[in-house]
Every structure is written in structure tokens, then in C-alpha cells.
């Protein structure tokens, strides 16, 4: 999604866009498919607008997600990942370095039938892999 079509959407969903939010898309834009930490987000957007406050990136961050055009990844690595690839995909997640690779996954199969539910309504599935990067890997048959 380009940043122009991204802030349209925002538009449609009733928020404005500010030009502190347009250098935050422009940054998640930028970076789409590495799959940043906040801290991430923040220290590039700064780059460009130094007045830029860290409670500005982390509302608007929140903000984006609450009304579904970001995602925010929980994935047993330290912080929360953000992820301007709202499409169905799945993860990879390298213990070592803690990278996150995107995987075209079509993850539709994978449900729980209503009969297990325990009377729970799924609103989001969400597929990861755990292991080791090929760099991880080679560093640690270096040891
Ligand atoms: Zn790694
Ligand atoms: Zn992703």
C-alpha cells in the first residue's frame, strides 16, 4: 500500500491526516516487510521531524491498529511488531536475532469448529514459525 492510498483509507475511516501521521505511514511504508519495533518507527520518523514526540508514534501506531489498517504482532520476541501488510500471511520468527520474515500462507484452513469454541468468537487467526535464521545459523557453526 503506498502512502497515498494508505492515508486515503485513513480519510475513509473519519481521522485526519496530519503531517506528523503522513511521516509515520511514509516511515511504515519504507520499512514494509521488516516489520519494526516502535522504538524503530520513531527513531526514523524523528530522522526527518526532529519535534516528533515518542507519545505522538505510539498513538498513532495504536490508533492504526484499533481501526485495522496495521498490524500489531505479538510474537514472543520483546517488543511489538508493526506490519503495514494487513493481507492474510503468516510469520517466521528467528529466535537468535529476531527477525521476522513474512510467509505467504493462506491460514483460512486453519479454524477452530464453533462446537470447540468454548463459546469464544475468533476475531483474528494468526500462524508463527520459530527457529533460526541462515545468519544465525552460520554464526553459531562458527562457535
Ligand atoms: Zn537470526
Ligand atoms: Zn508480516
Known sequence: MTPDVFCDQLRNHGRRVTPQRRAIIQVLAETAGTHPTAEQIFTRVQATMPDMSHATVYNTLHELVEIG????????????????????????????????????????????????????????????????CPDCLAAMEDE
Not at 529466535?95 to 493462506?106: A, E, Q, T
Open 69 to 132: 489498517l496495521l498490524l500489531e504482532l505479538g510474537l514472543g520476541v520483546r517488543e511489538h511488531r508493526y506490519d503495514i501488510n494487513i493481507s492474510d500471511h503468516a510469520h517466521m520468527v528467528c529466535l537468535g536475532c529476531g527477525r521476522v520474515v513474512d510467509v505467504p500462507c493462506d491460514c483460512s484452513g486453519v479454524d477452530i469448529p464453533p462446537e470447540q469454541a468454548q463459546g469464544f468468537v475468533l476475531t483474528e487467526r494468526h500462524l508463527v514459525f520459530r527457529g533460526y
